[in-house]
């Protein structure tokens, strides 16, 4: 395959940013199989958001020849305080629940390297944090703290300071090519850039969209500060800590086919529509989405891209419900391989039961 069509897979949805592409162009020119990572705090129950949408777009990773790793921050979900800041739990999580939730969408061992942080970090790698802190104002990493889900304001543990600095010390342990996250771990990336040079480590951050929780976002005022911007972004993505905002892989059809019901999906609005997103990003990438509906009232469409879905929608032919019921079929679908693998596997899930993990 030619850079090229490896960087158009990289660019491919749900990538919102690629930083940058030129930086991207000459990894591929020296790389022949650039080595990739992505870092997750291990904090319960699987959603979309963290599942399914990380496994397409490392599908599209491994396709353009890259080497993939699933990162399990278990220090990091310590500082964060997941699943009580207690760090057996988080390992015993990491290393079970969490591992074969990827495994359970096909990202299976062999196609990506599942690393619990913890088992690679030695005196080299705190030394580097050290370094990193060294070289970092306070304020600037206050300002990165976004990256685990807080505002500056909520910084009230002295141990997020290192968190940041934990962060970009990972892209360097691992010398890795290709750093992925979601948009809301942009600032940490963009720190790790500015002492790569310093490290002699060159490396470019691909960042995804961040899926809207099934409450919708706001709209947001144009004329909305930087932080008010990243405070709605947090409040509006899909997240386990808000009841009723997530579909995890493992639902049943019957509780995906409930919460799409009760998801927001405003008539002819596109903006922080949900439904619409998850039809952009999971559904419409691979295939075209059948809605089905009778003939009174237009009768069965395909809609072949975001492009034609958002134009119909706005105006107004596609009603809410019709387009409800296609991305409940559409989710059912994409997420039976994961429920067949826990009902095969069910002592994972008992496992976050017998910790009292419920979502």
Partial sequence: MDIESKIELVKRTPTEELVTEEDLRTI??????????????????????TGLSTVLKIQDFIKAGIK???????YHSYINGKLGGDIENIRSVAEGYFKHAFISLGLEEGKADFVLASS??????????LTIAKDTTLKRMLRCITIMGRKESDATSSAVVFYPAMQAADIFLLDVQIAHAGMDQRKVHMLARELSHTYKKQFVAVHSHLLAGLQGAKRMDPNASTEQKEDAMLEAKMSKSIPGSAIFIHDSEEEINSKI?????????IEGNPMVEY???????????KIERPAKFGGDLEIADATELKKIFSEGKLHPMDLKAAVARGLCEALKPSRDYFQQHPQYLESLREMKITR
């Fill in 261 to 269: 019901k009760k998801a927001y999906c405003p008539e002819k609005s």
């Fill in 279 to 289: 039809a952009e990003y999971l559904l419409l990438r691979d295939s075209k989405m």
């Fill in 28 to 49: 591929f020119q020296n790389y022949a199989h650039p080595r990739h990572y992505i870092g997750f705090e291990i904090s319960g129950m699987v959603h979309l958001g």
């Fill in 68 to 74: 993939p790793t699933i990162f399990l921050a278990d």
């Fill in 120 to 129: 690679l970090y030695n005196n080299e790698y705190w030394k580097e944090v």
